[in-house]
Every structure is written in C-alpha cells, then in structure tokens.
C-alpha cells in the first residue's frame, strides 16, 4: 500500500532556497507548456513525456535541479494534460504555489535532515517513516509555509471487523445521515468564521485573513478524516449517493456546499474503504427522498417546494419517514440491488 507523509520544513532561511528551486521547475513547466503550444500553432503531433525529456535534456545543471526532478515534472505536465483532457495547461508565474518533485535517487535522508542538489533541509520529524522512500516533492502552502512529502510504501492494514451495511445521504445542515438513523452534524467551520474573515478582508489585514482560511481548512480535514476512519472500521458495506458538488458550487448554495466539503468526504472513505478491504459504493440518488423505504411506493416531497418538508407520510403503508433517514435507506438498498447484480 502506498502512503504520502508529510513533515514542515523547519528553517526558515530554506525558504529562498527552495523558492529558486520551486521557480526552476516552473520554468520547465512553462517550456513545457510552450512546446505544446507549438506543436497546435503548426498541426503537429503532440509531444509525449519521452519527447519533452529529449527536449529537455542537460538542463538541469543550468537550473540548479536534480535530472531526475526535470523528468518528473515533464512526466507531471503529461499526465495533467490527459487527466483533464486540455489540449494546453496554465502558466505558472510567480503566484503559483511552490512544488519540487524528486525521486528516490535524488534525495538523502538521515533523521531529520533531507538532502537535495545540494542543499540539506531540515524538517520537523513528527513520525518515522515506516518504510522505503520511492519519490516526493516539496510543496508550499498559502502561507509560504514549506513541507516535504514522503511517498512510501507500507505494509497493508489490517482488514475491518465491522459488520455493518449503512447508506449514506450527504447534506448541509446534516453533513451526512446514515440508514441506521445516526446524523453527522456539519461544523460549518466557514460560517462561523465568516464575519471575521470579512472584516480582516476589509480592513485589508490579508495575512490575518489567510491564517483564519488556513485553520478553518484543517479543521475541516481533522473532523472528516475522524469520521471516516469511525465509518470504515465500523462496517463492512458503505453506500453513498452520487450527488455531485462541483455542479452545486456553481449555484447560490456554494459557500455551503465547499464549507461541509462533500468531495473531500468521499474520497477519504473510497482509500480508507480500500485499506481495509470494506465494500464502497457510490449510487444514483435519484428519486431517493421521494421513495417510501418501507413498500417503494412514490410519494414523497418534490421539488425546491419540498426542501422545508422534514417529515412525511406514506400514502400507501401510513409509514411516517424522516426524510433524509429515508432518502440514506432507500441509497442503501440500491447498493445492495447493484452488488446482487454484479
């Protein structure tokens, strides 16, 4: 199994250090990116990850990087540019946040020091590392904090001695209700912090205003990787639905949806899922809140007209249905339906 640790740089005179290093490997980037540029303008074939090494080939001297560094950001260009299907990516200028990848080869490591090209960085070694090195990077954060990230290969996890199957149904106020009738309330950490974000904005107080953002953002990570460590060693099968929250930050609910941070749930359970060999299924939500979980009969609150309906009846069983309890047993029942398939 493969795991990222991450440790903060302590020295802080290794941050011009690394911000030559960071700008370095912009400018590969960037050549990169005009390469590809060049190959459009002229209707030529698109330059793969082995064409950009030749092209890029001994200019790692002159940049003060790694050879290997040079490659890993060529093979970085390549693999974003299929990922997101561009046929060119952006620019990264002096506002882009720092990165240096590295390889095994190209790093020394010895307690709580780290070699590179050079220069020797020193970070705070709050863990061991369990295991061999096989890359990193070194990355930077809005603060112009600066971090090294361990990628290494660990031994696999114990598998869960949960037994329970739950459904789960993702909402604002409830950040998720399970089948088994048991809600996680949202933190809503932004929210409670907006005021004084917006004042530190006005007053033009931009430092005091990204630390805020920054703690809020841990925070938020912190309460979402509790709750889905509990949630994976607590069952075997885990059923979501597949709202997606890319299309709601684009309404009026934005601030609200990023603030309970769907996304970043969801992929927290799907490796932890797999870590330790629990069930993890993503469904389509649709027509779930107005199902009757008890006899499948349809019937339930429609519409934006229905948000406000907390509570309703069945027409044909009388059952009387909380609706997002309902909505996660009706997600769960087709995590079963689509496993029975399959």
């Known amino acids: 199994m493969i795991r990222t640790f991450r440790y903060r740089i302590k020295d802080s005179s290794a941050a ?39 092209l890029t080939a001994g200019s790692s001297k002159e940049l003060g990087l790694h050879s290997q560094t040079v490659q890993a950001v060529c093979e970085q260009y390549e693999t974003r540019r299929k990922q997101f299907k561009k046929r060119k990516l952006r620019w990264r200028g002096k506002r882009s946040p720092g990165w240096i990848p590295f390889k095994a080869s190209g790093i020394k490591i010895m307690d709580d020091t780290v070699c590179y090209a050079g220069h020797t960085f020193r970070f705070w070694n ?33 598998a869960t001695t ?30 409670n912090q907006q005021r004084r974000i917006a004042e530190h904005q006005r007053k033009k107080r931009s430092r005091q205003a990204r630390n805020l953002q920054a703690k809020i953002a841990h925070r938020r990570k912190d309460f979402l ?6 949630l994976t060693k607590e069952c075997e099968l885990i059923v979501i639905g597949d709202v997606c929250s890319s299309k709601l930050t684009k309404t009026n609910m934005a601030k609200s949806v990023n603030d309970a941070g769907w996304a970043m749930f969801k992929t927290l359970l799907s490796y932890k899922a797999i870590a330790r060999k629990v069930v993890y299924r993503e469904v389509s939500e649709r027509l779930s809140t107005q199902t009757c979980s008890g006899c499948s009969a349809i019937g339930g609150p ?23 309890v309902n909505a996660a047993m009706n997600i769960l029942r087709m995590g079963h339906h689509t496993l029975a398939l399959k």
């Open 225 to 230: 990787h509790k709750e889905s460590d509990r």
């Open 126 to 158: 709050s863990r061991e590392l369990p295991g061999p090195v096989k890359c990193g990077s070194f990355s930077q954060d809005s603060r112009q904090r600066w971090y090294v990230n361990f990628v290494v290969e660990v031994p696999e996890t114990e």
């Open 302 to 324: 429609k519409g934006r007209e229905g948000l406000g309906v907390r509570e309703w009846v069945c027409g044909e069983c009388n059952a009387v249905h909380d609706r997002d």
């Open 16 to 54: 011009p250090q690394l911000t030559k290093l960071a700008q370095a490997c912009s400018l590969v980037w960037n050549f990169c990116n005009e390469s590809q540029e060049h190959a459009l303008r002229w209707n030529q074939q698109w330059p793969t990850y082995q064409d950009l090494c030749k």
């Open 162 to 191: 949960g037994t329970k199957h739950i459904g789960i149904d993702l909402g604002l106020k409830t950040l998720a209700t399970c089948s088994d009738g048991r809600k996680i309330e949202a933190p809503r950490w932004y929210r």
